[in-house]
């Protein structure tokens, strides 16, 4: 059964920073695509960025770029989202996922509140 299961998520005033980490389970974390998306109230699904097994580059959207740090630990199954100067616009739902065949999985997300 594959499981993601997010930890990390909090409370912290703007200009902090918050580590994400994504515990993964029921599949070969090494040869799978892993990523971050947020939700916040009353907007889409914003994608952040992946880390792809067979490709070290990474992508972020200016929102977050130069902030944010996508990276994984293959020993542990876990991925992480390290976030830095944090803005009160990075609050929301960050949600992981794992891309497994034709099907993606999702995990439950964990909240991030930016705010003073």
């Known amino acids: 059964e594959v499981q993601l299961v997010e930890s990390g998520g909090g409370l912290v005033q703007p200009g902090g920073s918050l580590r994400l980490s994504c515990a993964a389970s029921g599949f070969t974390f090494t040869s799978t695509t892993m990523g971050w998306f947020r939700q916040a109230p009353g907007k889409e699904r914003e994608f952040i960025t992946a880390?792809?097994?067979?490709?070290?580059?990474?992508y972020y959207p200016d929102s977050v770029k130069g902030r944010f740090t996508i990276s994984r630990d293959n020993a542990k199954n876990t991925l992480y989202l390290q976030m830095n100067n944090l803005k009160p616009e990075d609050t929301a739902v960050y949600i992981c996922?794992?891309?497994?065949?034709?099907?993606?999985?999702w995990g439950q997300g964990t909240q991030v509140t930016v705010s003073s």
């Open positions: 880390s792809r097994w067979d490709n070290p580059n990474t």
């Open positions: 996922y794992a891309d497994l065949r034709v099907s993606r999985y």
